[in-house]
């Protein structure tokens, strides 16, 4: 099977958040970035289970500039077997969607892996817009995967519970919590992924159409009401009467 | 136009439907245009929609849609938007609308904005705000494209009723085959999905043990609340992995989310910070949740959780 993996990299998960040029940038200043969990922990170890029992390739991609090859090495030392990095700046969900799509419709991958959203943007978007982008069925919310053949029987959240449904190949997956376990890459695997092929590649012409005008932090939390420990009576009172939530 | 594709599933409308009908109604408002609600599949009291500022129903009652395949309905919505004559769409935040949206905007070539909090302005430029880095910041989008296509985050607005019931016309569009085949589906009747949920009850490592969860479950109870926890609560098997609120986990906004033996780490209050009301209680009087929190109890969760859930039940008898 040959197989996909869409890889973003985002500030891990205590970097500071904060904004310059007039709160229309993120301050990447002493932001330490890593691989986005989802993309990591479920979408990438997932593929890899599927080429160990059934053989194949798994190619990662990174639309992105040369900064992010360190996040590429990560997932090719975690088992991948070579990388492809369009070089751009990941400025908007469809023109992202638009680069992994020319080169998935080029290549032909049974399957397209993602995370089911990055901690940074938390758009959910890129995974349809692919999917919609190659004509393909996409299941979003993967916690499990079961293949057979070129037919998958896939589990995906719903509202309040799952969905089991099944699927022929070639489609766009979406990866949640449960479909694999992390993996930490070991010492071999890195020193491997050193040598294994990263191939970079112009972006195909794509416009932004959504883009960030400008950042706000939320309003800063008044300091905590300290209510006595045996006088449960009076928050019950503040959370009817003050706060007004019960 | 503007074009609400309001959910029914098993037929019916939830909140988040009316919710998405009068983010689109305003939205409208703001475009000088009106508001068309679409409904798919079996939509029980479709004409219900004209109360939140619908100015018609359409539907495509094909019994094919009852069934989510996100890419036939991407394609039934993007044909019934040209069929009113709609270029902005709204869905709600859902498990189905993330998936729509994503191929919505791909269909259309249309600028996106995911998990909308508020009504758009349009004031030198269409622009809409939503939450990102996991609700430490907000980002106001512009949209430049003529299409535009919207998800409303769950709880950022509430329904509001403006008007009375409309007629529903069928509209016609060809419903393609789906190649998605659904062999089941398993939901928990009678509690409230987190992410829908209003009033959240959760506990963390400070519980001890698995054992011990009958006093959070007692107190959800009371409160008609669902319940929730930390990830390593969840990682180490103590509770359901749904159960995982956070950054890594499920991202709730309730009125009230009350918090019980949680520490309250970044990662934690990533998913939580969008709550109306946060009550924390924890022995630690240092613990980093209390800076997060409206109310605080400094104390053992073993004593101070049965003592609230007494001053519920007194309350909710008295009330
Ligand atoms: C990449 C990454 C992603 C992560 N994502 C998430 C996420 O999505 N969600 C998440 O929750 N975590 C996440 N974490 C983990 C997070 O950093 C914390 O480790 C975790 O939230 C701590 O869980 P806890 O508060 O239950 O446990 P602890 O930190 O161990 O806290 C237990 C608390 O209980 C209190 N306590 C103990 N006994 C009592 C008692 N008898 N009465 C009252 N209080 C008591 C203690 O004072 C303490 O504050 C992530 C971590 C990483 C690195």
Known sequence: MKLLVCVSKTPETTAKISFSGDNTQFNEAGVQFIMNPYDEWYALVRALELKEKAGGSVTILNVGPA????????????????????????????????????????????????GKETIDY??????????????????SFATAMEVN??????TREIEGGVEVAEVDTPFVLSASKGLAEQRIPNMRGIMMAKRKPLKVVAATDATDLAVVASYELPPAKSAVKLIDPENMDELVRLLSEEAKVI | MVLVYAESPKGKFKKSAFEAVTYGHKTAQVLGTQCVALTLGDAENAGQLGKYGAAKVVSVGDAALNNFDSQVHAAV?????????????????????????????????????????????????FKVKTNVFSGKAIAEYQINSANKVLSLMGNAIQPEEVGSDVAVEAVSVTVPASRVAIKEVKTVEGTVPLPEAELVVSAGRGMKGPENWGIIEDLATTLGATT????????????????????????????????????????????VNSSKVIVVI???PEAPFFKAADYGVVGDLFDVVPRLNDALKKYKANS
């Open chain 2, 77 to 125: 919505i993007a044909d019934a938007a040209k069929a009113v004559g709609a270029s902005v769409i709204v869905v709600s935040h859902s498990s189905s609308g993330k998936a729509l949206l994503g191929r919505l905007a791909a269909r259309m070539d249309a600028g996106s904005v995911s998990a909308a909090k508020a009504v758009p302005t349009n004031d030198g430029g």
């Open chain 2, 282 to 284: 924890n022995k630690d």
């Open chain 1, 67 to 114: 900064a992010n090859d360190t996040v590429i090495r990560k997932g090719l030392a975690i088992g991948a077997d070579n990388a492809v990095r369009i070089d751009a700046e990941p400025k908007s969900s469809l023109f992202v969607a638009k680069q992994i799509a020319a080169h998935a419709k080029e290549e032909g991958y049974d399957m397209v892996f993602l």
């Open chain 2, 228 to 271: 929730a926890c930390s990830r390593p609560v969840a990682d180490t098997g103590w509770r359901p992995h749904h159960e995982h609120v956070g950054q890594t986990g499920v991202a709730v906004r309730p009125n009230l989310y009350i918090a019980a033996g949680i520490s309250g780490a970044i990662q934690h209050l990533a998913g």
């Open chain 1, 122 to 139: 938390n758009g959910s978007e890129v995974g349809g817009m692919v999917a919609e982008l190659l004509g393909q069925p996409y299941i």
């Open chain 1, 149 to 154: 053949g070129n037919t998958a029987t896939i």
